[in-house]
């Protein structure tokens, strides 16, 4: 059974980090490109990043260029969501999907599955 199962988020102050984990299940990370999206309440669900199967990273999101990043441990079958600077408009609930091998260049939900339950993330003072 494909699974993906996020984890990491919580409540952090602004200028705080996070570090959100995407772990697979059923299927070898190998060969997939895996994206982050998030969602906020109110709010269309938006694409933050993608890693292609080769390391190649797409950033979807002005906002976040130069404070998140997105690494990939085959081994570990682990995608890793690396957030920095945390703003309160980063707010949301984050979630990780899979795409083929390379990233869309745009974020169109409908392009990837399956995905995972989501972790929430909580910027406040």
């Known amino acids: 059974q494909l699974q993906l199962v996020e984890s990491g988020g919580g409540l952090v102050q602004p200028g705080g980090s996070l570090r959100l984990s995407c772990v697979l299940s059923?299927?070898?990370?190998?060969?997939?490109?895996i994206g982050w999206f998030r969602q906020a309440p109110g709010k269309e669900r938006e694409g933050v990043l993608c890693?292609?199967?080769?390391?190649?990273?797409?950033t979807y999101l002005d906002s976040v260029k130069g404070r998140f990043t997105v690494s990939r441990d085959n081994a570990k079958n682990t995608v890793y969501l690396q957030m920095n600077s945390l703003k309160p408009e980063d707010t949301a609930i984050y979630s990780c999907?899979?795409?083929?091998?390379?990233?869309?260049?745009?974020?169109?939900?409908?392009?990837?599955?399956?995905w995972g339950q989501g972790t929430q993330v909580t910027v406040s003072s």
């Open positions: 059923g299927f070898s990370l190998d060969y997939y490109a």
């Open positions: 890693i292609s199967k080769s390391g190649y990273i797409t």
């Open positions: 999907a899979v795409d083929n091998a390379r990233c869309p260049a745009l974020p169109t939900p409908v392009l990837f599955g399956p």
